[in-house]
T-cell receptor, first 112, second 113 residues
Framework: GENVEQHPSTLSVQEGDSAVIKCTYSDSASNYFPWYKQELGKGPQLIIDIRSNVGEKKDQRIAVTLNKTAKHFSLHITETQPEDSAVYFCAAATGTASKLTFGTGTRLQVTL | EAGVAQSPRYKIIEKRQSVAFWCNPISGHATLYWYQQILGQGPKLLIQFQNNGVVDDSQLPKDRFSAERLKGVDSTLKIQPAKLEDSAVYLC???????????FGSGTQLSVL
């Protein structure tokens, strides 16, 4: 089955700096790659997603890049703010979202 | 728009006891999922329903876990008997038909002592 690895497990940045989280996947048939943000005591919330026919996608301060050849994708957050502090999960799916395999998460802390 | 509702928020039981979790998805969402999230890990799919039919339960430990979705709306996940390793957050999610965007509830945190 699919295996998703995520790095780093923790990331601390100063407010205003950029943050980058990287994931690799094993199944070359995977074609859907969402990113979820999970705040303490809440369920994961979808923040951005990308499909395998697209190399990059942006939404305001967040962007995701995908390298199908290398089987890795990354989340980029620019101009980080304290409210960006949370656990971020990458995921990969083949065909439908029901087959989502999640990474192990990255705890991002944005310090003042 | 109301989100995915789950209850209870927390549950503490002893091993070998039974427990049940309830989920009410977003109105109109045909697909409902139950995920297990062990501390420090990403969510793992336990079961997926399309309306009131099971689409995928390949990772559900069927000897102790069961789930149902009556009338294609609310769903209940049950564990009987519970084991220590079942301690986790149980997340319910729903999605609209044909959509890959999952909306998660806040989860039920289960502690098995």
């Amino acid at each position: 089955g699919e295996n998703v690895e995520q790095h780093p497990s923790t990331l601390s940045v100063q407010e205003g700096d950029s943050a980058v989280i990287k994931c690799t996947y094993s199944d070359s048939a995977s074609n859907y790659f969402p990113w979820y943000k999970q705040e303490l005591g809440k369920g994961p919330q979808l923040i951005i997603d990308i499909r395998s026919n697209v190399g990059e996608k942006k939404d305001q301060r967040i962007a995701v890049t995908l390298n199908k050849t290398a089987k890795h994708f990354s989340l980029h957050i620019t101009e980080t703010q304290p409210e960006d502090s949370a656990v971020y999960f990458c995921a990969a799916a083949t065909g439908t979202a029901s087959k989502l395999t999640f990474g192990t998460g990255t705890r991002l802390q944005v310090t003042l | 728009e109301a989100g995915v509702a789950q209850s209870p928020r927390y549950k503490i039981i002893e091993k070998r006891q039974s427990v049940a979790f309830w989920c009410n998805p977003i109105s109109g969402h045909a697909t409902l999922y139950w995920y297990q999230q062990i501390l420090g890990q990403g969510p793992k799919l336990l079961i997926q329903f399309q309306n009131n039919g099971v689409v995928d339960d390949s990772q559900l430990p069927k000897d102790r876990f069961s789930a149902e979705r009556l009338k294609g709306v609310d769903s209940t996940l049950k564990i009987q008997p519970a084991k220590l390793e079942d301690s986790a957050v149980y997340l319910c999610a729903s999605s609209d038909r044909g959509s890959e965007k999952l909306f998660f509830g806040s989860g039920t945190q289960l502690s098995v002592l």
